[in-house]
Structures are given as structure tokens and as C-alpha cells.
């Protein structure tokens, strides 16, 4: 029908958001002035936090990707949620950069923001994802392959302990998050595989 919503400008939108974020975040990455090992592992941390965060992004655009490939519908309501999940998104590259910067990665504030987006990215994936399923059958295959309420709870608390674990180590939050990430990407893989038997 031609009144019927497409995703196809939408992925584009968030593709080109996607890759926008990345370049922000390698831009922060600056080589050492000095040619020294000192110099090298001064930026080890700005290194890191570059790291995880773009495993970070780079899930979500593969799990967006799928999330679309199987969606046959779309709604005003889907629209702003991608909205809300690319506003955290984008937020990724400002706290990267400033757990990077110096010492900031031992720092409680710094740490504790950026959990806190790594968190508001997560749910604002679950209303996307949620939003979507809603407009489709209780068994039509999106509702049935993305719909992982016991990873959902698992990633959420992870993050929660992340961020209480910041006012005693900031090493351990930081080994958490990345934990998340590492989770997302096995359920990322198994999602993948499941969705290659039936197209």
C-alpha cells in the first residue's frame, strides 16, 4: 500500500549517524608526541575506552540491521524510538573521550556517566525493539528471535552493578561494561543464526 511506512530511510538515517559517531570517536585518538614506551602507555586508557566503545556501537548497528531485516512494519512510534536510541548513541563519543583524557578512567564521575549512557542506550534499544514487536504478530519471527527478556535482565543488572561498583573501583565497572558488550555480542551471533535458517 503506498501509505504503508518503509524503514528504508530510517536505516539509512541511522547508518549515517552510526558512522558519524565512529569518526567522532576515533578523531579523540591522538598518536604520543614523544617516542617513548612512557609515551605509549599514556594513551592505553584513551585506547581502551575507544575499544569498548566501539564494540559498543558496532553491536548496536548489527543488532539494528537485523532488528529491520525482519521487521515488515513500521510506525510513527518506531520512528521517534530510534530517535531516542541514536540521542544516547551519540552521546558515546563525549563520554568516551573524557574517561580517556588523563587519569579520568580511575575517576568516579566520568566512569559512572558513562555506564549510565552505556544503560540508557541499552533501554532505549528495549522500547525500539519493544515498539516494534508490538506491531507485529505474537509469533511472527521478529517477535520470536529478539524478544530475549532473560538477556534483557542480565545486561540491565550488569550495568546497574557496573555503576554501583564506580564508588569502590572504577576497574571493575569498566570490566563490567565490557562484559556487556561481550554478552551482546554472543546473543548477537546466536540472533544472527537463527535468522539465516529461515531466509
Known amino acids: 500500500m503506498k501509505n504503508e511506512m ?7 538515517f541511522s547508518d549515517g549517524v552510526l558512522a558519524i559517531i565512529i569518526t567522532i570517536m576515533v578523531l579523540e585518538l591522538e598518536a604520543p608526541k614523544e617516542y ?3 609515551a605509549f602507555f599514556e594513551i592505553v586508557p584513551t585506547f581502551i575506552s575507544y575499544l569498548v566503545s566501539f ?12 532488528l529491520f531485516k525482519i521487521a515488515e512494519k513500521i ?25 580517556g583524557q588523563g587519569n579520568h578512567h580511575t575517576d568516579v564521575v566520568p566512569v559512572v556517566l558513562y555506564g549510565f549512557v552505556l544503560l540508557m542506550s541499552q533501554l532505549s534499544f528495549l522500547l525500539l525493539r519493544n515498539s516494534i514487536i508490538k506491531i507485529h504478530e505474537k509469533k511472527s519471527p521478529i517477535a520470536v528471535h529478539f524478544n530475549r ?10 550495568y546497574v552493578i557496573g ?3 564506580a564508588f569502590l573501583n572504577t576497574y571493575i565497572s569498566m570490566a563490567l561494561f ?13 540472533i544472527s543464526k537463527r535468522i539465516q535458517s529461515i531466509y
Open 55 to 66: 564494540l559498543y556501537v558496532s553491536v548496536y548497528w548489527v543488532t539494528h540491521h537485523q
Open 163 to 165: 555503576l554501583s561498583s
Open 149 to 158: 527478556l532473560t538477556m534483557d535482565f542480565a545486561c540491565v543488572s550488569i
Open 36 to 38: 617513548t614506551l612512557e
Open 75 to 99: 510506525n510513527g512510534k518506531v520512528l521517534w524510538s530510534n530517535l531516542y536510541l541514536l540521542f544516547w548513541l551519540s552521546v558515546i563519543p563525549f563520554t568516551t573521550g573524557w574517561i
Open 178 to 190: 565490557l562484559l556487556v558488550g561481550l554478552l551482546k555480542v554472543v546473543e548477537l551471533n546466536s
Open 6 to 12: 518503509t524503514s528504508e530511510r530510517l536505516e539509512a
